[in-house]
């Protein structure tokens, strides 16, 4: 089993940065293929980004090109840098655990609303973005 805390939302101006973390303890956190996912107000969860045990990175297409995902795993973190934010980049973020799959099948649950396989899901943090 595995804990996620995350912390670094808060607010932005539009085309500003914030980086995310999320600290990841109680399991062998490198097993785990990790992402980030977000929802807004009214909105469905959407998945943002993925990584792989090995590495291997997804994004969703509203964020290519200025959300970058990485994960340290000496550290047990897991990071979100959010470059050229948008007023549509307003939710709570929260970042999620999934063990046993491929980063495959991990980015396309990420994807395709299947949100519910990831098993751990940190408390989440709140971005706001203002134009």
């Known amino acids: 089993q595995v804990q996620l805390v995350e912390s670094g939302g808060g607010s932005a101006q539009a085309g500003g940065s914030l980086t995310l973390s999320c600290a990841a303890s109680?399991?062998?956190?490198?097993?785990?293929?990790v992402g980030w996912f977000r929802q807004a107000p009214g909105k469905e969860r959407e998945g943002v980004a993925t990584v792989g045990t090995g590495g291997s990175s997804t994004y969703a297409d509203s964020v290519k090109g200025r959300f970058t995902i990485s994960r340290d795993n000496a550290k047990n973190t897991l990071y979100l840098q959010m470059n050229n934010l948008k007023p549509e980049d307003t939710a709570m973020y929260c970042c999620?655990?999934?063990?046993?799959?491929?980063?495959?099948?991990?980015?396309?649950?990420?994807?395709?609303?299947?949100?519910?396989?990831?098993?751990?899901w940190g408390q989440g943090t709140q971005v706001t973005v203002s134009s």
């Open positions: 109680g399991a062998t956190y490198s097993t785990y293929c």
């Open positions: 999620a655990a999934i063990r046993s799959v491929s980063a495959y099948v991990c980015a396309t649950l990420a994807a395709s609303g299947g949100w519910p396989s990831f098993g751990y």
